[in-house]
């Protein structure tokens, strides 16, 4: 996405040229390109699937509906109801009906990827990477005197293509940074829609930005565009510039979904400084979201309910445990470098760290009650839905000659952490050791990603680009699981393991971008 800071303060901030009187200048950005996509595992195949499956007696009543998570449990007189097997698993009949007696289950299954390959333009609604930021916009300012300013822009989004129907021209338009603000000697302030600070300070850097290789939509990085944001940019001192912005809580999330319990004057806030002069850039960012911005209000108030299920005699089965709600601060820092166009040379570098993942918070859980030992938890496990800590970076090259500019790019970011927890007691003692060796990789992963460009400057408003990309994403990071182990004696650990393994997406694009 563009992220140029001239968007930020129209009449005095950034590198943006001063708007000296009140008429309203149109401008705008058309970019459009015609890609080629290659997309492997679109639609990740399941391996190791466990169907948790109904259990009925020889009369053909249910004696048991089964559950996420629960492989087998007994009942008190000793009988152990098997509910699910192994992936590849052939029964007949004969055996589905003869297995534990008068009990019978259903095999896992196997699913296979689904992979894609062919063209879309302007990237579409459905391929990989990032928009390409198409937009008009109409902005101004009014001399109030004593050298202050009114300033406002309302800038929209053109999406092409962003719906999955060819011929009913019902793409949407969407709201890019829109707002009304002052700016005087001081510096500027503004309020409505925006990029915040962390997006902007490294917006300079990316050689690739609204392209197929745009580094959001490659490496990940996590810009945000707030809906109601309060900003400030201070003055240019001497290169220096610092800006700040609060997100007011408004009972809106992250998620699509209101709760009620955000309503802070800045549930989320984003601060930045940057050196700018001559070829030499630099930034530091921060940014921070509350864990309100991550919860609907019934996920707020009810926290974590465990649900216990009983046998016929009243005895313990297993305890379920479903909890989305957040506990810490979403947390990002942000560095940028670059040497710009030093003559002809540009290099720049991006690195960004980030801490508690909304998604490591969301935790899964069973307890599974063994009644022929004690009655006690036999079999415990908690796994969080994804990983806690991510950490990303990115070198990007570039060399101008004439009209020319050729460019590269490679970058990585690695996921671990989360919160896992597996048996620690009865059977499950003896195979502790290498469940938890499992589990606890089981979110750590990478994905690399690499470009190469080249661009064609026929002016200063219009350009021709081509490029090709590549990411290759490790499935560890993106697994999910649909139960723990397979049979809890080490027999199938691997059972219920739904992973993304090994995405990779590849792709040719060549555009052409006009400003106005």
């Not at 990085?221 to 707030?226: E, Q, S």
């Not at 912005?245 to 998620?255: H, L, S, V």
């Not at 016929?312 to 709600?325: D, E, N, R």
Request: some cysteine.
């Amino acid at each position: 996405m563009n992220k140029k800071l001239l968007t930020l303060a129209v009449a005095a901030a950034m590198a943006a040229p001063a708007v000296a009187s009140a008429e309203a200048i149109l401008y705008g950005k058309l970019n459009v390109s015609l890609d080629y996509e290659k997309i492997d595992n679109v639609i990740p195949p399941v391996y190791n699937n466990s169907v948790v499956a109904p259990i009925y007696d020889s009369a053909g009543g249910l004696v048991f509906a089964g559950s996420p998570g629960v492989d087998y449990f007994y009942y008190p007189d000793g009988t152990r109801a098997a509910l699910v097997v192994p992936t590849g698993t052939v029964l007949t009949p004969d055996q589905a009906q003869a297995i534990q007696g008068t009990y019978r289950l259903v095999p896992g299954a196997s699913l296979p990827g689904t992979n894609f390959e062919g063209w879309g333009l302007a990237r579409g609604r459905n391929l990989q990477g990032e928009g390409r930021a198409s937009r008009v916009g109409v902005k101004g300012s009014e001399d109030l005197g004593n050298g202050l300013k009114a300033i406002y822009q309302i800038e929209l989004g053109i999406n092409f293509d962003t719906n999955n129907a060819v011929a009913n021209n019902a793409d949407t338009i969407s709201y890019r940074n829109t707002f009304v603000g002052l700016a005087g000697d001081w510096g500027t302030l503004i309020l409505g829609r925006h990029d915040t600070p962390m997006k902007i300070s490294t917006g300079k850097l990316d050689l690739f930005a609204d392209t197929m290789a745009d580094y959001n939509g490659t490496i990940g990085f996590d810009d945000i565009r707030a809906d109601q944001a309060v900003a400030y940019v201070s003055p240019n001192w001497s290169g220096f510039q610092f800006m700040g912005a609060i997100i007011p809580g408004g009972a809106a999330t992250a998620i699509g979904d209101q709760n009620w319990n955000n309503d802070g004057i800045a549930s989320g806030y984003s601060l930045a400084a940057i050196y700018s002069n001559g070829p030499f850039y630099g930034s530091a960012a921060y940014e921070s979201l509350s864990t309100d911005m991550f919860m609907n209000t019934g996920t707020a108030l009810s926290g974590c309910y465990p649900v216990t299920t009983f046998d016929a005699a009243g005895a313990p089965l297993y305890t379920a445990l479903s909890c989305g709600q957040q506990t810490s601060d979403y947390n990002k820092w942000r560095f940028g470098l670059g040497l710009l166009d030093w003559n002809g040379f540009t290099l720049t570098a991006i690195y960004e760290n980030e801490e508690n993942l909304p998604g490591s918070q969301t935790v899964t859980g069973m307890d599974y009650y063994d009644t022929l030992f004690t009655g006690a938890s036999d079999y415990s496990w908690r796994l969080s839905g994804g990983p806690d800590k991510r950490e990303l970076w990115q070198v990007q090259a570039g060399y101008s000659f004439g009209n020319w500019m050729l460019k590269g790019m490679y970058g990585q970011a690695s996921y671990s952490g989360g919160t896992t927890q597996i048996p620690t007691a009865g059977e499950s003692l003896a195979n502790s050791g290498y469940y938890q060796a499992l589990y606890n990789d089981f979110y750590n992963g990478t994905s690399d990603s690499w470009a190469i460009g080249v661009d064609y400057n026929f002016s200063k408003r219009t350009k021709a680009y081509a490029l090709y990309t590549s990411t290759t994403i490790d499935g560890s990071n993106n697994a999910s699981l649909t139960s723990p182990v397979g049979d809890i004696t080490g027999v199938d650990p691997g059972i219920g393991c739904n992973t993304n393994d090994n995405l990779l997406w590849d792709g040719f694009s060549i555009g052409l971008m006009h400003s106005f």
